[in-house]
């Protein structure tokens, strides 16, 4: 599985031919500014929550690409309303089966009001299951025990976590968070976008490699093989 990353919490995973984008915020993130977000392929587009820096980019992509959103049924149908042209609702415990796997909508403890505050039911994370193998994207969230579910459940191949803190989980958090879905292949997402978030890079690594996990902090624009 190829990894690439654009920038805040959105990031592209490649699984054979097929292109999965997570919370598209591209447009509105300056530190993205050489991404062109009418560049980017996507065959499915996952939405974690109904904040504006999880999907300003949504509706357009999917208009563009015609990808398939998977999302809560309410952000969904709300995407649906934007004129995103195939969509997937799911809920929490539940998912869907897709041409390129599974996906399981998880817990997450945050919030998930839409742009024009709209309800957007509740927030949450992915775990995908494919024959290439297996992530978890934990949306933003604080650190849960609900988490040691998905290590239970399934063998990780990667896990992307939020790790800026004030909104969501830190990097103590995060390293939790790595412990309890069992994988030592992070890639951190959710830090530097606006000054509440601002992270020290050294000692986030540092954190990580004491823990005994691999924290990947990608360039943006840049990619990782798994
Ligand atoms: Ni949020
Ligand atoms: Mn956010």
Partial sequence: MNITYYGHSCFAVEIGNKTLLFDPFISGNPLAAAIDPQSLKADYILVSHGHGDHLADAAAIAKRTGATIIASYEIAQWLGRQGAPKNHGINHGG???????????????????????????????????????????????????????????????????????????DVDDAIRAAKFVACNDI?????????????????????????????????IGASHKF
């Fill in 95 to 169: 998912g869907g089966q897709f041409d390129f796997g599974r996906v399981k909508f998880v817990n997450a403890i945050h919030s998930s009001s839409l742009p024009d505050g709209s309800y957007g039911g509740n927030p949450g994370g992915f775990v995908v299951e494919s024959g290439a193998g297996n992530f978890y994207y934990s949306g933003d969230t604080a650190l849960t025990y609900d988490m040691k579910l998905v290590g239970e459940s399934v063998r990780l191949t990667f896990a992307v976590l939020c790790i800026g803190g004030n909104y969501t989980m």
């Fill in 187 to 219: 890639v951190g997402v959710h830090y530097d976008s606006f000054p509440p978030i601002v992270i020290d890079h050294g000692k986030a690594m540092e954190k990580f490699r004491a823990a005994g996990l691999r924290l990947h902090l990608l360039k």
